[in-house]
């Protein structure tokens, strides 16, 4: 079980827009940065949000990383059927001394 | 542009032991750390560990500890993950990925599906 709690599970129509919560506490979150990945089907996870709300070139501007206290968000916005994917977020954990998950949100696109 | 291209798949036997290697390419090799992050199927991300290629520390998760063994050669440009006293529980896809900072993986390999089975 991990430090991070996200849902399992969200979705939304093409079009809508959908928010991914990533809960932690104030040993993880509420004191770090915290990075978002995206996988889709079937390949590697890739980097989608660094430093909490920085988006790295290539990543659209529909995707947006927010954090307030001891969570994080993750809000995509006109969704398209290419966002359905599993979305993790990550934080370094200084007593693990190294990165660790949540538990992934599956991401379906109706 | 920042490639890591990763071994093939293996099939072992329990109680085996298991060497995956990550060849990099299109960065200065040493002066990154490479981290290990494992996905059993349908299951989430978990890091196994790192090495900081431009000193050697490595770092593993208590999880795997006296299990497995990151190392490196800096002339080949390639990072290894060794795993041994493979399990069926061990069974899982297999990343290497380039790590910028705290928990920012920003390049990642292809995978190694590595399968534990008698």
């Known amino acids: 079980q991990s430090v991070l709690t996200q849902p399992p599970s969200a979705s939304g129509t093409p079009g809508q827009g959908v928010t991914i919560s990533c809960s932690g506490s104030?040993?993880?979150?509420?004191?770090?940065?915290v990075y978002w990945y995206q996988q889709l089907p079937g390949t590697a996870p890739k980097l989608l949000f660094y430093?909490?709300?920085q988006r790295p070139s290539g990543v659209p501007d529909r995707f947006s990383g927010s954090k307030s206290g001891t969570s994080a968000s993750l809000a995509i916005s006109g969704l398209r059927s290419e966002d359905e994917a599993d979305y993790y977020c990550?934080?370094?954990?200084?007593?693990?001394?190294?990165?660790?998950f949540g538990g992934g949100t599956k991401l379906t696109v109706l | 542009q920042v490639q890591l291209v990763q071994s093939g798949a293996e099939v072992k036997k329990p109680g085996a032991s298991v060497k995956v290697s990550c060849k990099a390419s299109?960065?200065?090799?040493?002066?990154?750390?490479m981290s290990w992050v494992r996905q059993a199927p349908g299951q989430g991300l978990e890091c196994m560990g790192w090495?900081?290629?431009?000193?050697?520390?490595?770092k593993y998760s208590q999880r795997f500890q006296g299990r497995v063994t990151i190392t490196w050669d800096t002339s080949a440009s390639t990072a290894y993950m060794e795993l041994s006293g493979l399990r069926s529980e061990d069974t899982a896809l297999y990343y290497c990925?380039?790590?910028?900072?705290?928990?920012?993986?920003?390049?990642w390999g292809q995978g190694t599906l590595v399968t534990v089975s008698s």
């Open positions: 990925a380039r790590e910028v900072s705290f928990s920012e993986l920003d390049h």
């Open positions: 299109g960065y200065t090799f040493t002066n990154y750390v």
């Open positions: 090495i900081n290629i431009g000193n050697g520390y490595t």
């Open positions: 104030s040993s993880n979150i509420g004191s770090t940065y």
């Open positions: 430093r909490s709300n």
């Open positions: 990550a934080v370094w954990d200084d007593s693990l001394g190294g990165p660790v």
